[in-house]
């Protein structure tokens, strides 16, 4: 069982940015960021598989945030730009036990405790 903590949370302004970190506790193979906003489900947002050449994005964040993984240091990032009021949410990353990329929330296995970000607008 792999323990995720995220952090790089907080209170940043529209247009500004933040960048999420998502320590491992051991390996990881494919890895997603998903977020939770009040009186919505929990979506997808971004995932990276192991290697870090295929990335998939929400069509609401496309060009504005970005994943990548460090493997040496069993670390994900979110690299947030250009943030909206929208955009406010828990955020979450999760592993799954295989290498490849998805997007689908029952494919992951292990979740963090999560990490608030809240833009104002």
């Known amino acids: 069982q792999v323990h995720l903590v995220e952090s790089g949370g907080g209170l940043v302004q529209a247009g500004g940015s933040l960048r999420l970190s998502c320590a491992a506790s051991?390996?990881?193979?494919?890895m997603g960021w998903f977020r939770h906003a009040p009186g919505k489900e929990r979506e997808f947002v971004a995932t990276?598989?192991?290697?870090?050449?295929?990335?998939y994005y929400a069509d609401a964040v496309k060009g504005r945030l970005t994943i990548s993984r460090d493997n040496a240091k069993n670390t994900v990032y979110l690299q947030m730009n250009n943030l909206k009021p929208e955009d406010t949410a828990v955020y979450y990353c999760?592993?799954?036990?295989?290498?490849?990329?998805?997007?689908?929330?029952?494919?992951?296995?292990?979740w963090g405790q999560g990490t608030q970000v809240t833009v104002s607008s």
């Open positions: 990276i598989n192991w290697s870090g050449g295929t990335t």
């Open positions: 051991g390996r990881t193979f494919a």
């Open positions: 999760a592993a799954r036990l295989v290498s490849t990329a998805a997007l689908d929330i029952r494919d992951y296995s292990n």
